[in-house]
């Protein structure tokens, strides 16, 4: 851990994920009422546009992974955050829901460009030691993004109203596209950074794209994300509306969000941290454990342990999603990763797509969260089972993949 510059990559890494995800997906919900007021729409209608988001998403990662294995994180970044700069700015000026969908559809670029791919690269070109530790803190941003913006969305609309909000967090991406195009680098080599950092020949190594989506690891690693990811997007995006209805004030029901993704930041520092340490298919094991305990007690619809549910599903869902992506990099290495993680971004980007819309349908169609939140403790079920598939692969020894991986 003697090089600063590399944690100073994680760190902004955290900072991306946090606006990225934060500002399209997991910061949007608290909008929802305001909009359901304003003009009449149904919940199904509304989370449609994370379907749009999500959907357009797993389509155009591996496309855009593409660009990336080409011509590095950076550049990438910079482009997505011009776009999400001008989608609020017309999220500001909404009026019909066809704008609405227009602007998902345009997050789906943002998310691709400066989302959980990009950052998972970007890390892992400067670590192999410890790519565990500073992967789980990059990805604690999406936890933070969950967890502050919509504290932000809730006190904007009682300070001036939800369009004023949208205009004013243009500045957050603005602030990052300056520090993308002024001080990011792609790897420690182009930063001039002192020998020994990371061997370049280590951060390019890995299999080749054709070879991983072969085997019957790299699918049961994308069956587990998209399982995992409907749940869980599920979740993020009704518990609002789950407890408004059920009585709680509208910042208990936003602090039960933002309790919620702490929780994932927690888990995701924690278990990433373990990872370096202890048998990782072990650990990928205890993460989708706890969060079936979460799922379990979700689903009984028992509001005195709703915080009992929202800790625990939070936690496992944050060493999840963190010895998720650890564990792809560890076992294919970073030499296609684009393309690669792009590819199983096709699958869970459809997953939590589907989680957030088919959610609310099932809601508006039942009047209950029911069946939903039971359909997502058998999903997580069946995460655990597709983990029993992932094994390494038998001519794994590639120079620079960890070695502790337990994969």
Avoid at 19 to 42: A, K, P, R
Wanted: some cysteine.
């Amino acid at each position: 851990m003697k090089n600063p510059a590399a944690w100073a990559v994680a760190l902004f890494a955290c900072l991306a994920l946090m606006i990225s995800n934060g500002m399209t997906l997991s910061g949007l919900s608290v909008y929802d009422v305001q909009f359901i007021e304003e003009f009449g729409w149904s919940m199904g209608e509304i989370k449609f546009r994370d379907m749009i988001t999500l959907a357009l998403t797993g389509l155009l990662a591996p496309f855009i992974g593409v660009f990336i294995d080409r011509y590095g994180v950076r550049k990438c970044m910079a482009v997505g955050w011009v776009v999400l700069i001008a989608a609020y700015w017309f999220y500001s000026q909404l009026q019909t829901l066809a704008d609405m969908y227009w602007i998902h559809a345009a997050f789906s670029f943002v998310l691709v460009m400066c989302g959980l791919n990009a950052a998972v690269i970007l890390v892992s070109n400067w670590f192999v030691k410890y790519r565990g530790t500073a992967i789980g803190i990059a990805l604690m941003g999406t936890s933070l993004g969950g967890a502050i913006l919509p504290q932000y969305g809730t006190a904007m609309i009682e300070a001036r109203g939800w369009p004023a909000a949208f205009q004013v967090a243009m500045i957050f991406p603005a602030v990052l596209l300056l520090i993308t195009v002024f001080v990011l680098r792609d790897r420690p080599q182009s930063a001039g950074a002192a020998a020994g950092a990371v061997d370049p020949d280590l951060a390019a190594s890995g299999v080749p794209y054709r070879e991983a989506i072969r085997s019957r690891t790299f699918w049961a690693l994308a069956l587990i994300a998209m399982s995992t990811f409907y749940t869980v997007l599920g979740v993020q995006a009704h518990v609002f509306k789950y407890m408004s209805d059920a009585g709680f004030t509208p910042q208990v029901a936003t602090n039960a969000i933002s309790t919620f993704f702490l929780c994932a930041l927690v888990g995701k520092f924690v278990f990433g941290f373990l990872s370096d340490f202890l048998d990782g298919k072990k650990v990928f094991y205890g993460n989708i454990a706890v969060m079936l305990v979460g799922s379990v007690i979700l689903a009984r619809m028992d509001l005195s342990l709703i915080w009992v549910a929202v800790v625990t599903f939070g936690l496992g869902w944050g060493g999840v999603y963190t010895v998720l992506q650890l564990t792809v990099m560890n076992t294919f290495g970073t030499r296609d990763a684009g393309k690669i993680l792009g590819t199983i971004t096709i699958l869970d980007a459809l997953g939590g797509g589907l989680g957030i819309w088919l959610t609310g349908v099932m809601f508006d169609a039942t009047g209950s969260y029911e069946m939903p939140f039971a359909i997502f403790s058998g999903l997580v079920i069946f995460a655990l089972l597709c983990l029993t598939q992932v094994r390494p692969l038998s001519d794994q020894a590639i120079k620079g993949l960890a070695p502790n991986s337990g994969m």
